[in-house]
Structure formats: structure tokens, C-alpha cells
């Protein structure tokens, strides 16, 4: 493994060990310091110095956080903050260790983004399936009540309020959609709302809501504490700070790494991750969670920054990097991604409710082997070129899940045509006899486990 | 072809959807202020628009046809349909016009490349899982879908893969739900839980693989839920009672007026070979042809469009008759009338003419209306001609023509505040309680509740609720009336009331800040029991109101104000409906002429009135059927039934509107002025001169508004052909007056609304009813008629059976929870001695400490047993209502086809 440059790591500095942080420790540690330091501070003040850091939501659309925190109409309450803790997204994986091993930091930053916005409630909408997330910040929020952290009165100052519930979702990704997280929390069906009105406007219960990632309130303390500038020092063009990188695939050590935005995808896969599993052959990479385009080989020499990735011609996204080798077949993989997002639509509007679907039966049709002339062309009309607002369904939906249902299908068959077009030709998946021939020649198909590839 | 009474009003034919005459584009800005009026450009044409207004509202009124299926004017936005993208310039991607709202200088293509791409591609999806199955489905020939496809889609589809198909549920016995069809615009969703006042629909799974049911595959349970049929715009929801019976371009269309209650609304019969196949609302013109509009936002009653094939029942009679040795025999029409003359002339010169009474149904035309008061007053010479069969007493009876004579309230001036007193009104004028509803929900009017029990859906979308003991009513409004003149306390009317001062002070200040309002009164609980004392006390409530407020008592009966207007009733001279069964046994009444024999129904048990008609010495019965009654007839008519009837009617509002026969009458079967106008001939010298019924009308006409020169035809005018019916309104602001837009001519100004120009409190003279005891232990039970309840029309329609209500008691929230019963319950009643098995409704209708039922449901709780409030008891049952669809459904859900 080559030599890699050691980062300072601060929201999981200890991630490897895997443990929860609970309330002694952290006060301890000098937690809940910001929090005080806060209530001290004027709202604006916070937010001026959020948005002087340049903190970019960390939820996929980075939306700069002090603008959109900006963005609430003067005089209007009750406010909410709802913490997307939805994580669905394939692929990513990093606010669980952060809701987990540090369920404080989640709340400190949560008490520092109400006292900028003057919410006196916040929202955890937690995904579903992290029972064991919910039940740490279920414990942890019990103890800032009880130390007084949270509740009426918070930290001994008179009419200073902030409640916090934990909510959990019930198994939906569309949930994860700010506007869906909504409805949910709600108690309706998870729909997307039309927009506008924006949250920031008319949001949970058609009062003025403010939706945050996991990752992006964990920084707020951080920023706070150290001040702006000190945030700045990890920057490239326009994104700041430290990020969240999971990596998952075959690569040799998949995981969450901390990093500045300044790596490059390359030295990414290749350097932290330790390169690709059984030193196989890079195929493509999926860099920013499921929905954004994809990268082959040649596009990975990038900054894994929002404009870094974006000027690849792909997204940084949830900065969720997906690493495939040459034993995987597109066809195959997008069958999979396609599946995900037609199981996954809300089925609310036309666009992405029958193009997910219609999507899907033609990729699997062709994975199978009974692709016909012609479905390339339906598969592009319908989901273009995997750029914004080309094809059928990108931009015509309610919400961003048409899009993230069609991108990757253009920018599959962008990138892999000739593989397509093989598929159909041979009227069968050529991968599969290929990898028995391989997994034989390297002796490994008995013990093995072949997650990500197909078995024959 | 599709036949229709009347052709295209204009050359707007050749327009696509709907067309707005160049003066309503003004009209819609009208008085809307400076500031308030933006300019931006649509097509290319400079236009003006409110703003707040949303691009597919400023469309619509340039007459500009955006294609949509989720969005409709009386509903919520969906805006998951998606068809109508158009393009603005400067935003990058294509926007929704149904939700999106205008800004000054936006620059709007409804039909740029960019716009007509997208709604092609989203009709290409919507057929992406669509059955080609037009051919065999009911809505083929006016299905939004197939028109979309042909302005807007391609001729083909590059869909190859096996399409997606669902279970068949059978959740409602009068809605089929074929999901396959089903595109998802959720129309039905909404219209259930905003229309209907019931969350009974929802989409169920996810994603590809959702689709619409009811919850518990239970039915479509409210009272409007046959409007979702014409709200789907695809084959997905249709009519069970009419499908697979015809195709609609084979059926004849009559634009007519619906004969089952006092709502009076607007519907067109669909016929061919002289039988009805089904009704709805007004069919619209659309390119060269008349059809459903799915836009509509006229919805009517599941009793007006499942229940109005009453005439074609099994006992129909198509011969008039005459008595000969004890038979009825057929006889030719012109014999029966000269038999019955004849007998008539009879008993005038043994008994004299006051010994003959008159009987007409509430249902009866204006026109059959005035030719029996004619008849009566004219030629035979008796004071005793009445239509008011339904109500308990004389003395009620008595009250109600006494409001009704007072009445000038309507809902058209869109009242700040409306005040309901009393009545399960959305059971009883459903479209009414519907207005009502819908000018709280939609147009955020103030909703007072007054009286001993409220209509539970109108109180949804009410901001003030005041019970009373059932029979305190009269004391209450007498009272508020008094507290708005000043001369009572707040405190006197909280103690009535038994709140709190502040609660009674919020509803004072309410009334006092108004600016316009309107009583709606019912006077239909226990059938007008405590009718004489509360119609003084609503007049006395109006008269403290000023001149702003308006009254309207409301009362079922079809043309109630009409009749009411032209004066068919007995006066102090003659005998009321509700006392000639005794003036019958006295001997007073001697002859007995009948038109339609549904008024005699009301008057008391079946041997009881038989008993009665068997001591007259002449009985002439016009009706449609073969009944107990007609077997007693010296002579019988075969009457058209009232939907085969020609002639004008009168809604509990006063606005005129037509009635228009769509068939041709079986056998030997006149319509009902016709039968009147020859006896009238044979028995006088002048006054039955009508060779048709416009000549009625005209005597009509001169009788109530001599200053107009309306004719009938006139009635119908734009009804049927005006597209300008489509003028989309916001809820804040725009003069929404549906009555000038739907019903033909503008009868105000022809001076056709029977409305008293100035108000005077009605006087009723007559003893007042006794007050309700206070129920010892238990509940004092409280009931009033149902629109679908049995009754001698209702029990003819060949799905009456379903239309029929389930015998739920509604229970106040804090009594259930004291008796521990929960809403579909079973529970025990104990009334009268007799027991009897009733499901529980939790409901904000009944006062505590009361329960109700509507009569006429349930065979226990008749209403001629039970006078007034009765003490009853409840015993629950530990066992719940089962759901209609759950025996007949076995397994549900998606299932995907590969």
C-alpha cells in the first residue's frame, strides 16, 4: 500500500473503533462548549459565519447552508429544523457512523442550527432500517434532557427552548426527499410537495422548515468553535471543509474516509482505499451515490469536489463513491440501480412513476438476453444523455428522484454502448461465462463471496 | 351520433375544451384592484391577469386549452399528472400550469415545441401501462384519455414489455373499480376526502405498482360518491348499474332538472328506446358534440343519479282505467276523464264542492301545481288543495308555507357568514349541505352550527358549534336574535346553551361583524315537529339580523316553493293533507283527486290510508304505478312520472329551472298538467285553455313574475349549450355565481326567483309544540328523513336496495366514549319496547346526551311511530360492522406481470 498523506480528522476521528460516544464522555471533552457559546451569539451572527465558511449541504445537492438557512421570511413562527437522517441513498454509509459513534456532536450542532434559525423544535427523521441509530439518539437526546441541554430552559437560561424528537421512517427512500420527509413526518403518505412554496417558507405543517443533513449539522459546532477561516483550510474551488467519502465496491478497503475535497478520485481508490479488489481492472465508477452519472477510468483523475466531479461530467452528489471492476457488466449493474429506483418511486407523479418502471423492464429485458433493435434509442429518448432536464423524464417530475431514475441510464449507455449493443446482438449476457472463466483460472469460487457480481 | 335537445348556442364548436366569451375575460378581473392586476404574455398575445392566479386559471379564461387530468377547479392541485407542461421563458425546465402562478412579464408557450414534447411524452407514459381495451370499456366515446391521445399523444407506442395488471376488487356496489385503467391523477382521493367529507379512498403501494382502492375494501361510502365516476377521466371508475348497458353515442341527452329533492340540480338523462339509462351532470358541448365534462363542478347525489329509473319498475302502469262493477278496466284516456268528471260533478252536486279535496305531490311541476289549485279553487270549488304531505301536523305544515313565504335568503351573494340551524341537511337536500360545505371549505366563509342537531359534514368546515336539547331550538334563536338587537344578555343565551360566555360572545361578535349572512334552516327533523315554534323564532332571528342577512328554511320536498308561490294549498278555509284522513272517517270529504300517488304515502300506514280511500264515494288517482292506492281509484290515470314530465320547478332557493321529458311516454300515459287541464275543461267553462305546456307556463309566469317574457325554452338556454360555464375562480375574491352560469336567462332580472323583495317575520299562529322530556336514563333518540330513504318513488328504482342508508346511529364523541363504543360498532337499541341491531356512527352531529337516525331506514324507527324524540338504549355489542367488500374479496394487491 503506498504512502498516503495522514488527514486530521475531525468529525469521526475514531471511527475504526467504533463506539459511541455518550454524554460524560463528550462533556468531558469539551462538548456542548459551543452550544453555550451560542446561546451568547446573535442568530445572525451564526448564520454570517456558516455562510463565511462556505458549508455546503452534504446531502446530495450541496446547497450552501447559511443561504438556505437565510432564506426563512422574517417574523414568521413556529420554525422547524428537521435533520434528514433518511440515509438511502446506495451507497451511502456516513452519517450512520456519525448518528452512532456520535450521536452528541449530532445534537450540539442541532442546538447551534436552532439558535441561528430561532427554532425552538427540531425533527431527527431517522431512516427506518437504522434501529440502532435510532436507539443511540433516542439514549442520547434522553440525556441532554436530563443534563438540561435540551428541553425548556436549555443550560439554565430562562425562556430559551428547544425540543428534539427522533422520529423513524418506515422504509422508503423517497422519504429522504426533503419535501417527502415532510409529508411523512406529517403522517401522510411520503409524497414529494410541489414546489414552490420552498420549505424554507411553507414547510412541516405549512410552517417555515428548515431540512439539514446529518453531516451538514455536524459541522455547524465545528465551525462555530474554530471559526470560519479554520473551515476554509480544506477547499477547493467552492466546496469547503472535511468530507465524508464512503466508499464501497471492489475496492480493498471499502469504508468511510475523511478527507478534504482536495483528493482526487484516483488517489482515493487507489491510495486510502488500497487500490482495486485482486488488483482487477477499474470497469466504471458511480462517484456521488446511485443517480449521478458514471465514470470510467480515464475521467477518475479529479478532486472529489463539487466541481471537480462536476467538470468529469458527473456529480458529487452524496460523495458516496461506488467502485466497480471488470467483472461487472453495466447492463447488469444499471438493471440493478433501475430496479432500485422503480422500487423506490413514490409512484406520485406520471413521469417517474411509468418511466422507472418502463426504464426497468428494458434494461432487465436486455440483461436477459431479449434486447431488441430499438430499445437503446427508447432507453435514450426516455432518459437522455444523463445531463438535467434531457429526455423524457429528467425535469419533468415532481421531485429529483425522476432524475436520479434517469441519469444513470444515459450516462450508461454513454459510456457503455458497444456493450449494450453487444448484449443485444448476442441475445445474451456475455459477462457471465466471461467471470466463471476467471473466478475458475483464480481458484476462488468456492469461498469466495462475489458481492456486486452476477452469478452465472 | 350522439342526439342532443339543442344545438350549438355559437360558433364555438370547432374549439377545443372550453370557451370563454370575450366579456367574461373582463368579467373574472372585475373589480379586482390596480395593484393586484398583472400584465404578461400568453402565446404571444399581452394579457392580464389577477395575481396569485395560476398559469392553467389564466388560460382557461383566454380560452386556451391546457391539457390536465389531476387538476380540476372545484379540487385540490395534484399536480402529478404532469400533462400540462407548458414552456416559460427563462426557466429552464418545463413547468406545471396547473399549480404554477403567474408573475408580471412572464412569457408563457402552451404550445411551443418544448410544451408540446413534454405533454406527448406524458401521454406516451400514461399508455405505457394502459389496456388497449377501449372497445370493451365503459367509458370509451367520452374518455379523456383516448381525446388526449388523438390532440395530444402519438399513434404509437414503442412499449413492448408485458403491461402491468391488478387484482379486480369489488369494494363498491355502485362504483367498479378496474385499476388497470387507472392512471393515478388521484382525482377520486380527493374529491372523497374534500367533496365527500370522507378519507374512504387512498393509494395504496408504491411506486409502478400503486393504485387507488377504499380502505378495508370497503364502499365509496358517502352520499356523492358516484361523482367520482365522472371525475375519472379513463375507464378506471365507472357505473356498476350502467355498465356494459350502452354506448353513450347511442343514448339520447336531455338537459333536465333533478326531481329527488329541493336541491333542484342540474342533471342530463341519457335515454334510448324510451328508458333511462343513467343520469348526470349536465353533458357540455365539446368540438361538435355533447359529452361528460370531467371539469364539472356541479356534482350531484348518488340518490339523483342511481335512483331516478323509478319509472321503469315492474308495477309501471301504462293504461288509464276506469271503474266498472266493482273492476278496474282499461279504458281509452278521453273516457276516463269524462268517468272521471263525471263522478266528480257527482259528488259536487250531492255533498257540494268542498267535499272534495285535492292532493298533489311535492314533486308536482309548477305547472300541475297551478292547474290543480285551478282545478280545486276553479272548478270544483274547495279550498282543500295541498302538497304538504310530509310534515307531522297541520300546524307544521302550516309553518312551513308560512317560511317559505317569508324566505329570502339564497347562497349565490356568497354570505360572510352562514348560520345552519338544525338538520341532517346533506341527507336531506345533499347539494344544498354540499354549498353550504363548500362556501366554508373553499371559500372560507364562517359556519355557525345552531340547533339540537347538526349536519355533521357541513360541521367539518364550521369555526362555531352550539348544541341544544332537542325542542330548545325555538327558545335559542329567539334568544340570539334578542342578544344581537340588545335587548338580552350574552350571559341569558350561555345559559340556554350551557357555555361558556366567551364561546357564546365569539358567536355574537361573529354575526355583528358580518357584513352579509344567511340562516339556512331546516325544518325537517321529527318532520316539522317543532316547526311552529321555530319558523316565528328564525323570522324573529332574521328580522334582529337586518337587511343584509337573508333566510332560507329549508325543507325537502322537491318544488316546495313553487307549489308554495302558487298558493296550492289549503289556507284557513280548507283542509290541510295531514287532517283529511280524519275529515275522510268524519264524512267532510267526499271525493278525492290524486296526482301522484306519493302523496298520499306520507299520510299514515298503508291499511290506514287504504281504510280511508275505500269511504270515499269518488277517488280519482293519477299516477305512473299499479299500487295499493290505485286498486281504490274510481278512475286512473296513467301519469307520466315526474322525470317524464315537461314543465318548470322551483329549488329551496327560489331559482326556476326546467323539467324536461327525455322519452316518450308508454301506452296510454299523459303528463300530469294534461290530465288536469282536460278534467279542468269538462268541469269548467274558462281557465283550462293550455293546449301545451308552454300555455302553463305562461299562466305560470303571469301568476309569479308578470314583468318577464321568459319562455320555457328559455329555461333551458345556456344549461346545456353555453361553454362559458367553465370560469375558474379563486377562493378569495371573483364573483363565483353559479346559479347565472348554469341555469338559463338571467331569471333575477326577468324577475323569476321567488324571493320576498322585502322582508317580514313570518306570524304562525298556532299552538307550540311541547319540549322534549329530558331522558331519565339513556338518550333521547332524534331522527329526520333521508333523500334515500324508503319511500313509494324511492323503493321503485332498480338499485334501491343499495341506494338504501345502513342503519347507523350517530353518537356524540363524549357519549361513545362514556358508553365505550367505537364507530362501527354493533350495538343493541332498545326504543319503543322493541329491540333492534344498529351500527354506531361517532359523529358531531347529535347533541350529547342525544343519538340520531335517519327515518325511513330502518324499519324500527318509523317515522309515523315516533312523533319526537323517544328515550332509547344503547347496549353495545362486542362485534364491528363487517366491510361490504371484504367477503367478496379474497386476495388483493399488485401483482406485475413478468
Not at chain 2, 325537517?524 to 339580523?545: I, T
Request: with cysteine; hydrophobic share 35%.
Amino acid at each position: 500500500m503506498p504512502e498516503v498523506a495522514e488527514w486530521e480528522r475531525v468529525l469521526l476521528p475514531d471511527i475504526e473503533k467504533n463506539e459511541t460516544e455518550w454524554l460524560a464522555d463528550y462533556v468531558r471533552k469539551g462538548g456542548y462548549d459551543v452550544a453555550r457559546k451560542a446561546l451568547d451569539m446573535e442568530p445572525e451572527a451564526i448564520i454570517s459565519e456558516v455562510k463565511e465558511s462556505g458549508l455546503r449541504g452534504r446531502g446530495g445537492a450541496g446547497f450552501p447552508t447559511g443561504m438556505k438557512w437565510g432564506f426563512l421570511p422574517k417574523g414568521a413562527f413556529p420554525r422547524y429544523l428537521a435533520v434528514n437522517a433518511d440515509e438511502s441513498e446506495p451507497g451511502t454509509c456516513k452519517d450512520r457512523p456519525l448518528m452512532e459513534q456520535r450521536p452528541h456532536t449530532l445534537i450540539e450542532g442541532i442546538i447551534c442550527s436552532c439558535l441561528a434559525i430561532e427554532s425552538e423544535m427540531a425533527f431527527i427523521y431517522i431512516r427506518g432500517e437504522y434501529y440502532n441509530g435510532a436507539k443511540i439518539l433516542d439514549r442520547a437526546v434522553e440525556e441532554a434532557y436530563r443534563e438540561g441541554f435540551l428541553g425548556s430552559n436549555i443550560f439554565g437560561r430562562e425562556g430559551r427552548k428547544l425540543d428534539l424528537v427522533v422520529h423513524r421512517g418506515a422504509g422508503a427512500y423517497i422519504c429522504g426527499e426533503e419535501t417527502a420527509l415532510l409529508t411523512s413526518l406529517e403522517g401522510y403518505r411520503g409524497y414529494p410537495k410541489l414546489k414552490p412554496p420552498f420549505p424554507a417558507i411553507s414547510g412541516l405543517y405549512g410552517k417555515p422548515t428548515i431540512i439539514n443533513n446529518v453531516e451538514t449539522i455536524v459541522n455547524v459546532p465545528f465551525i462555530l468553535k474554530n471559526g470560519a477561516d479554520w473551515f476554509k483550510k480544506w477547499v477547493h474551488e467552492r466546496t469547503t471543509g472535511l468530507r465524508l467519502y464512503s466508499v464501497s465496491g471492489h475496492v480493498k478497503k471499502p469504508g468511510v474516509y475523511e478527507l478534504p475535497p482536495t483528493v482526487t478520485l484516483k488517489e482515493l481508490i487507489h491510495d486510502y482505499c488500497g487500490g482495486m479488489r485482486n488488483d482487477h481492472d477499474l470497469k466504471f465508477v458511480i462517484p456521488g451515490g446511485s443517480s449521478v452519472p458514471w465514470l470510467k477510468p480515464d475521467q477518475i483523475d479529479v478532486p472529489m469536489s463539487h466541481e471537480g466531479v462536476a467538470a468529469a461530467g458527473s456529480m458529487l452528489g452524496s460523495s458516496a463513491v461506488m467502485v466497480c471492476d471488470h467483472t461487472v457488466c453495466p447492463v447488469w449493474a444499471l438493471a440493478n440501480l433501475s430496479h432500485f429506483y422503480k422500487h423506490e418511486s413514490c409512484g406520485q407523479c406520471t413521469p417517474c412513476r411509468e418511466g422507472s418502471g418502463w426504464l426497468y423492464k428494458i434494461v432487465r429485458r436486455i440483461e436477459a438476453g431479449d434486447g431488441q433493435p430499438g430499445d437503446l434509442e427508447t432507453l435514450y429518448s426516455l432518459a437522455g444523455e444523463g445531463t438535467p432536464g434531457s429526455g423524457m423524464i429528467s425535469g419533468k417530475s415532481i421531485c429529483a428522484l425522476g432524475d436520479a431514475a434517469a441519469w444513470p441510464v444515459g450516462s450508461a449507455i454513454k459510456q457503455f454502448r458497444e456493450e449494450f449493443e453487444e448484449h443485444i446482438q448476442l441475445g445474451k449476457c456475455p459477462y457471465k461465462e466471461r467471470n466463471i472463466s476467471y473466478w475458475m483460472a483464480e481458484g476462488r469460487f468456492v469461498n469466495e463471496s462475489f458481492a456486486g457480481t452476477p452469478v452465472p | 351520433m350522439a342526439q342532443v335537445t339543442k344545438g350549438p348556442a355559437s360558433g364555438i364548436g370547432a374549439t377545443i375544451g372550453y370557451g370563454t366569451p370575450a366579456g367574461k375575460v373582463d368579467q373574472a378581473l372585475e373589480g379586482v384592484p390596480e395593484d393586484q392586476i398583472l400584465t404578461l404574455t400568453l402565446n404571444g398575445e399581452e394579457v392580464k391577469a389577477r395575481r396569485g392566479e395560476t398559469i392553467m386559471e389564466v388560460c382557461h379564461r383566454q380560452d386556451t386549452y391546457v391539457p390536465h387530468y389531476c387538476w380540476h377547479p372545484g379540487l385540490s392541485i395534484a399536480g402529478n399528472c404532469r400533462l400540462c407542461l407548458v414552456e416559460v421563458e427563462k426557466v429552464p425546465k418545463p413547468v406545471i400550469a396547473c399549480q404554477t402562478q403567474v408573475s408580471p412579464g412572464m412569457v408563457i408557450k402552451t404550445a411551443s415545441e418544448q410544451a408540446k414534447a413534454s405533454q406527448e411524452w406524458m401521454m406516451e407514459f400514461l399508455l405505457v401501462n394502459h389496456p388497449l381495451d377501449c372497445p370493451i370499456c365503459d367509458r370509451g366515446g367520452e374518455c379523456q384519455l383516448q381525446r388526449y391521445s388523438m390532440e395530444y399523444g402519438t399513434s404509437h407506442s414503442r412499449m413492448v414489455d408485458k403491461k402491468r395488471k391488478y387484482i379486480k376488487p369489488q369494494a363498491d356496489p355502485l362504483i367498479d373499480i378496474e385499476r388497470n385503467r387507472c392512471i393515478m391523477c388521484t382525482r377520486c382521493v380527493r374529491f372523497c376526502d374534500e367533496v365527500g367529507g370522507e378519507h374512504v379512498m387512498g393509494v395504496f403501494a408504491r411506486g409502478n405498482d400503486n393504485y387507488i382502492g377504499t380502505f378495508g375494501q370497503g364502499p365509496v361510502s358517502n352520499i356523492f360518491s358516484g361523482n367520482v365516476i365522472d371525475l375519472c377521466p379513463v375507464g378506471c371508475l365507472t357505473s356498476k348499474p350502467f355498465r356494459f348497458k350502452a354506448r353513450v353515442w347511442e343514448l339520447k341527452q336531455t338537459q333536465t332538472t333533478c326531481t329527488q329533492c329541493s336541491s333542484g340540480c342540474k342533471i342530463t338523462s341519457w335515454t334510448r328506446n324510451e328508458r333511462l339509462y343513467r343520469t348526470t351532470p349536465p353533458s357540455r358541448q365539446r368540438h361538435d358534440h355533447f359529452t361528460i365534462n370531467e371539469d364539472t363542478e356541479e356534482f350531484i347525489c348518488n340518490q339523483g343519479r342511481f335512483g331516478s329509473d323509478f319509472p321503469w319498475h315492474d308495477s309501471r302502469q301504462h293504461e288509464s282505467m276506469v271503474r266498472r262493477a266493482d273492476r278496474l278496466v282499461p279504458a281509452p284516456f278521453d273516457d276516463a276523464v269524462a268517468q272521471a268528471s263525471q263522478s266528480l260533478r257527482g259528488v259536487i252536486e250531492k255533498h257540494g264542492g268542498e267535499a272534495v279535496a285535492v292532493l298533489i305531490s311535492p314533486r308536482a311541476t309548477s305547472e300541475e301545481g297551478l292547474l290543480a289549485r285551478k282545478l280545486a279553487r276553479d272548478a270544483i270549488g274547495t279550498w282543500s288543495v295541498d302538497w304538504r304531505v310530509n310534515q307531522q301536523s297541520a300546524e307544521a305544515a302550516d309553518a312551513v308555507s308560512a317560511a317559505l313565504k317569508a324566505a329570502d335568503g339564497d347562497l349565490e351573494s356568497e354570505p360572510d357568514v352562514i348560520i345552519v340551524v338544525n338538520g341532517d341537511i346533506v341527507h336531506q337536500s345533499p347539494v344544498l349541505a354540499l354549498r353550504v360545505q363548500e362556501l366554508g371549505r373553499r371559500f372560507l366563509k364562517k359556519i355557525v352550527m345552531l340547533g339540537h342537531h347538526h349536519d355533521a359534514y357541513i360541521a367539518d368546515h364550521s369555526t362555531l358549534r352550539f348544541h341544544n336539547a332537542p325542542g330548545q331550538t325555538a327558545k335559542v334563536l329567539e334568544l340570539l336574535g334578542n342578544v344581537v338587537s340588545g335587548s338580552a344578555s350574552v350571559a341569558d343565551l350561555a345559559s340556554v346553551l350551557s357555555r361558556a360566555e366567551e364561546d357564546v360572545q365569539e358567536l355574537v361578535d361573529t354575526i355583528r361583524t358580518a357584513q352579509s349572512g344567511v340562516v339556512v334552516q331546516s325544518l325537517q327533523d321529527f318532520n316539522g315537529r317543532y316547526a311552529s315554534a321555530e319558523v316565528p323564532a328564525g323570522g324573529a332571528l332574521r328580522a334582529a339580523l337586518g337587511e343584509t342577512w337573508g333566510w332560507l328554511p329549508v325543507v325537502g320536498e322537491r318544488n316546495a316553493v313553487g307549489l308554495n308561490a302558487l298558493d296550492c294549498e289549503p289556507g284557513e278555509h280548507g283542509i290541510a293533507a295531514r287532517n283529511l284522513l280524519t275529515a275522510i272517517s268524519d264524512g267532510r270529504i267526499k271525493g278525492l283527486v290524486v296526482l301522484g300517488a306519493d302523496a298520499l304515502q306520507p299520510l299514515g300506514n298503508e291499511e290506514l290510508v287504504t281504510g280511508a280511500l275505500a269511504n270515499l264515494e269518488t277517488f280519482i288517482l293519477a299516477d305512473p304505478f299499479e299500487s295499493e292506492f290505485s286498486r281504490h281509484a274510481t278512475v286512473f290515470f296513467a301519469q307520466a312520472a315526474p322525470q317524464e314530465t315537461d314543465g318548470s320547478a322551483f329549488d329551496i332557493e327560489g331559482n326556476v329551472a326546467l323539467v324536461k321529458s327525455g322519452v316518450d311516454l308508454p301506452g296510454d300515459a299523459r303528463q300530469g298538467w294534461l290530465i288536469l287541464n282536460a278534467l279542468g275543461r269538462l268541469l269548467a267553462e274558462s281557465g283550462f285553455d293550455a293546449g301545451s305546456v308552454e300555455d302553463a307556463w305562461n299562466q305560470v309566469r303571469t301568476e309569479l313574475a308578470p314583468e318577464s317574457a321568459a319562455t320555457l325554452a328559455d329555461l333551458e338556454l345556456e344549461g346545456s349549450t353555453n361553454p362559458a360555464h367553465f370560469v375558474v375562480r379563486k377562493p378569495q375574491g371573483g364573483a363565483r355565481n353559479r346559479a347565472s352560469e348554469y341555469n338559463p336567462g338571467n331569471y333575477r332580472t326577468d324577475g323569476l326567483h321567488v324571493r320576498s323583495r322585502s322582508f317580514e317575520a313570518p306570524s304562525v299562529a298556532s299552538a307550540k309544540a311541547k319540549d322534549a322530556a329530558a331522558a331519565n336514563e339513556g338518550f333521547l333518540m332524534t331522527w329526520g328523513p333521508h333523500v334515500s330513504g324508503r319511500g313509494y318513488l324511492q323503493d321503485r328504482a332498480s338499485i334501491a336496495e343499495m341506494l338504501l342508508p345502513k342503519p347507523f346511529l350517530e353518537v356524540h364523541p363524549r357519549d361513545a366514549a362514556e358508553l365505550g363504543v367505537k364507530s362501527n360498532q354493533f350495538a343493541v337499541l332498545h326504543v319503543n319496547g322493541r329491540r333492534a341491531k344498529v351500527g354506531i356512527k361517532i359523529s358531531k352531529g347529535p347533541a350529547q346526551g342525544t343519538v340520531y337516525m335517519s327515518s325511513g331506514v330502518y324499519g324500527p324507527f318509523d317515522a309515523a311511530e315516533n312523533a319526537g324524540p323517544v328515550e332509547v338504549k344503547i347496549e353495545p355489542l362486542d362485534e364491528l360492522v363487517p366491510d361490504q367488500g371484504e367477503a367478496l374479496m379474497t386476495a388483493e394487491g399488485a401483482t406485475e406481470s413478468h
